[in-house]
């Protein structure tokens, strides 16, 4: 079973930055997409980042594009959330996930492997 342990996630003002890490841990073959989620108090998990392994490619949803970069360093086996220009709405607690190559990082079902969560705050 894979393992994932997020960090980096606290108090932060708005315009400010964050860099979440996911550590992944016993990884196999099968294991190729991995994907950052957001989870507020009474919303639905939504998928914010997410990248191929593989070949680096990645996804954004449209709230983040342009202010957050996702990115891999297979050497540490280490997946980074660059967050800028935070704004209170992606207050959140904010989770770490793999998949397959199949998965969507619109789909939360298509992901097997779950970090526990990091809070992220956006407040004055």
């Known amino acids: 079973q894979v393992q994932l342990v997020e960090s980096g996630g606290g108090l932060v003002q708005p315009g400010g930055s964050l860099r979440l890490s996911c550590a992944v841990s016993?990884?196999?073959?099968?294991?190729?997409?991995i994907g950052w989620f957001r989870q507020a108090p009474g919303k639905e998990r939504e998928g914010v980042s997410c990248?191929?392994?593989?070949?680096?490619?990645?996804y954004y949803a449209d709230s983040v594009k342009g202010r957050f970069t996702i990115s891999r360093d297979l050497a540490k086996m280490t997946v980074y959330l660059q967050m800028n220009s935070l704004k209170p709405e992606d207050t959140a607690v904010y989770y770490c996930?793999?998949?397959?190559?199949?998965?969507?990082?619109?789909?939360?079902?298509?992901?097997?492997?779950w970090g526990q969560g990091t809070q992220v705050t956006v407040s004055s």
């Open positions: 990248i191929k392994l593989i070949d680096s490619r990645t």
């Open positions: 996930a793999a998949g397959p190559i199949t998965a969507s990082c619109d789909e939360v079902a298509d992901f097997g492997s």
């Open positions: 016993r990884f196999t073959l099968n294991v190729v997409t």
